[in-house]
């Protein structure tokens, strides 16, 4: 079965330096895509960067990057220069190829807070 | 271009009752899709329509249920309310059902 795991349920980060966020995942399909979220308060889901695993460089996005491992089954979500308003959960996610339709397979998040 | 509208924002329901929330895609969207989010659980996928059409649904029970109308908003509805069902319900849109989903700010639900 499909799986995303992110493993670091809160991180801290000083305004203007970098963060990395962990993400794992498992899946058989050799055709899939990764994509990360920021949720703030607010509770709106806002896409940020997707990674196809076919893709021949690691996706970038402004001050979003994603370090793309495909033999570690990882997407690490690099965010450059912190700033106050990145305070947000940050999901990781893929669709769902096993089941029929469109749906995708969240990890459990993880809550970044910028420090000033 | 108008993003994902979730109708309402906040309600408060008791055990017992029922609820229907309601969610208007971007315009020219087919897919529509209902995601639960919990602190415990986290998100998880309640079901998916396309053209009217449910292509998919989660592992929730019978209680929970949706349609699609023919201009692609979509309601979804919970009978029976429990204490348990008290989460932040998400709407998403995609175009074809490929690509990545827009989200609606979500309906909050409180279970007394």
């Known amino acids: 079965a499909q799986k995303i795991t992110q493993t670091q349920p809160g991180m801290f980060v000083q305004e203007k330096e970098a963060v990395t966020l962990d993400c794992t995942y498992d899946t058989s399909d050799p055709s899939y895509g990764l994509f990360w979220y920021k949720q703030p308060s607010s509770g709106e889901m806002i896409f940020l960067i997707y990674?196809?695993?076919?893709?021949?460089q690691n996706a970038t996005e402004g001050r979003y990057s994603l370090n793309f491992q495909k033999a570690r089954k990882s997407a690490n979500l690099v965010i450059s220069a912190s700033q106050l308003g990145d305070s947000a959960m940050y999901f990781c996610?893929?669709?769902?190829?096993?089941?029929?339709?469109?749906?995708?397979?969240f990890g459990k998040g993880t809550r970044l807070l910028v420090k000033p | 271009k108008a993003g994902v509208t979730q109708t309402p924002r906040y309600l408060i329901k008791t055990r017992g009752q029922q609820v229907t929330l309601s969610c208007s895609p971007i315009s020219g969207h087919r897919s529509v899709s209902w995601y639960q989010q919990t602190p415990g659980q986290g998100l998880q996928f309640l079901f998916e329509?396309?053209?009217?059409?449910?292509?998919n649904k989660g592992n929730f029970p019978g209680r929970f249920s949706g349609r699609q109308f023919s201009n692609s908003r979509s309601e979804m509805n919970v009978s029976t309310l429990e204490l348990g069902d008290s989460a932040l319900y998400l709407c998403?849109?995609?175009?074809?059902?490929?690509?990545?989903?827009?989200f609606g700010e979500g309906s909050r639900l409180t279970v007394l």
């Open positions: 329509y396309f053209s009217e059409t449910q292509r």
């Open positions: 990674q196809g695993s076919y893709d021949q």
């Open positions: 996610a893929m669709r769902d190829t096993e089941g029929q339709g469109f749906s995708f397979i």
């Open positions: 998403a849109s995609s175009f074809a059902g490929t690509g990545e989903l827009f």
